[in-house]
Nanobody, 118 residues
């Protein structure tokens, strides 16, 4: 497994922006961001393949942008137009075989809290 470490979470008012980062100890073809709100199941937010192909949950399209630096082994999530329903713990994930939005990833970070107040 690859070690993943998220950073950049915090508290922000609705309409604001945050940028999450994830540092990986190794290369994996697929990387993604997932989130879990209280009393809800974990859901896929955005994923990116090594060729730059991205997938976004409908709820974040047009507001969130995922990117990665393969050389530096980092993953980012730029979040803008944040809403209270974006409040959750955000997890970085990596996989060598699956690049979709299901949580079928092998490696997971510890998570970082994002809180959006209205």
């Amino acid at each position: 497994q690859v070690h993943l470490a998220e950073s950049g979470g915090g508290s922000v008012q609705a309409g604001g922006s945050l940028r999450l980062s994830c540092a990986a100890s190794g290369y994996r073809r697929c990387m993604g961001w997932f989130r879990q709100a209280p009393k809800k199941e974990r859901e896929g937010v955005a994923t990116i393949d090594s060729d730059g192909t991205t997938n976004y949950a409908d709820s974040v399209k047009g507001r969130f942008t995922i990117s990665r630096d393969i050389v530096k082994k980092t993953l980012s999530l730029q979040m803008s137009g944040l809403k209270s329903e974006d409040t959750a713990i955000y997890y970085c994930a990596a996989s060598d075989w699956y690049c979709g939005l299901r949580d079928s990833y092998r490696s997971w970070g510890q998570g970082t809290q994002v809180t959006v107040s209205s």
